[in-house]
């Protein structure tokens, strides 16, 4: 039987004993920790790496979004709150579930069921770039994402922050082009420019850009240009 390695996230100590109460009568559920404010549920997640987090909405020093939004690797995620005006945004987010409180025992089991319906992920060791298959959680203002590293087509630098694309849309994080470089697959993203990385698993076709350089045509239209100074180790890395 499949076991699902969980952690709860609610800044009220009585929530957090009825939803034990409740995990109590699923076999498959192991309760490894609890947190009660965004930075504890930030280094319990982060140290414990759960496979599924349980996580309120509202909590002190935030919210549950801004959780998800400074981890390095996002589990399964099911909210927990007694707000649904946060639906929406939660499934945006691609939540697997959402439930309001007080959480009745029935939907709790279909949202258990739900995520054991997922492929099992095995956690990568602490530091290891993050690869295709590894979600991630994306925010620009009111609207968040999960998706998979694979759908990002390409990122821009633009300022302090980085436009990230993927699926035809683009979101404005606060990260340096350069951290973002360091946390992904250096096999699948490329140093086109000072200013842009590149999926190359995105690319459909290349043609000859200014001077020595060249156009990457990706997936979905996006063009990039990969600068005279990159354009040698383009070669060599697509060379056979």
Same mark, same amino acid.
């Given at each position: 039987?499949?076991?699902?390695?969980?952690?709860?996230?609610?800044?009220?100590?009585?929530?957090?004993?009825?939803?034990?109460?409740?995990?109590?009568?699923?076999?498959?559920?192991?309760?490894?920790?609890?947190?009660?404010?965004?930075?504890?549920?930030?280094?319990?997640?982060?140290?414990?790496?759960?496979?599924?987090?349980?996580?309120?909405?509202?909590?002190?020093?935030?919210?549950?979004?801004?959780?998800?939004?400074?981890?390095?690797?996002?589990?399964?995620?099911? !909210?927990?709150?007694?707000?649904?005006?946060?639906?929406?945004?939660? !499934?945006?987010?691609?939540?697997?579930?959402?439930?309001?409180?007080?959480?009745?025992?029935?939907?709790?089991?279909?949202?258990?069921?739900?995520?054991?319906?997922?492929?099992?992920?095995?956690?990568?060791?602490?530091?290891?770039?993050?690869?295709?298959?590894?979600?991630?959680?994306?925010?620009?203002?009111?609207?968040?994402?999960?998706?998979?590293?694979?759908?990002?087509?390409?990122?821009?630098?633009?300022?302090?922050?980085?436009?990230?694309?993927?699926?035809?849309?683009?979101?404005?994080?606060?990260?340096?082009?350069?951290?973002?470089?360091?946390?992904?697959?250096?096999?699948? !993203? !490329?140093?086109?420019?000072?200013?842009?990385?590149?999926?190359?698993?995105?690319?459909?076709?290349?043609?000859?850009?200014?001077?020595?350089?060249?156009?990457?045509?990706?997936?979905?239209?996006?063009?990039?240009?990969?600068?005279?100074?990159?354009?040698?180790?383009?070669?060599?890395?697509?060379?056979?």
């Amino acid at each position: 039987m499949r076991r699902l390695r969980t952690l709860l996230v609610d800044d009220s100590r009585l929530a957090r004993g009825e939803l034990r109460t409740l995990l109590a009568a699923h076999a498959e559920i192991d309760v490894i920790g609890e947190a009660d404010d965004v930075e504890a549920a930030v280094v319990a997640v982060t140290g414990l790496q759960p496979d599924l987090l349980l996580l309120d909405i509202q909590l002190p020093g935030g919210s549950g979004f801004d959780v998800l939004e400074r981890l390095p690797r996002v589990p399964a995620v099911v !909210f927990c709150t007694a707000y649904d005006q946060h639906a929406v945004r939660a !499934f945006e987010a691609n939540a697997l579930d959402y439930l309001l409180k007080p959480v009745e025992p029935a939907r709790l089991a279909q949202a258990l069921a739900r995520v054991l319906q997922r492929p099992s992920e095995q956690p990568a060791p602490r530091g290891t770039p993050l690869v295709a298959g590894d979600p991630v959680f994306l925010r620009d203002g009111e609207r968040c994402w999960f998706l998979k590293v694979g759908e990002i087509s390409h990122i821009e630098i633009d300022g302090n922050y980085a436009h990230v694309h993927f699926r035809g849309q683009r979101a404005l994080v606060q990260r340096s082009l350069a951290l973002l470089e360091e946390r992904l697959d250096p096999a699948a !993203f !490329f140093r086109a420019s000072r200013a842009v990385l590149v999926n190359l698993r995105h690319v459909r076709n290349v043609e000859p850009g200014v001077g020595d350089g060249y156009v990457l045509h990706l997936e979905g239209g996006a063009q990039v240009e990969v600068s005279r100074r990159q354009a040698r180790e383009f070669r060599e890395r697509l060379a056979l």
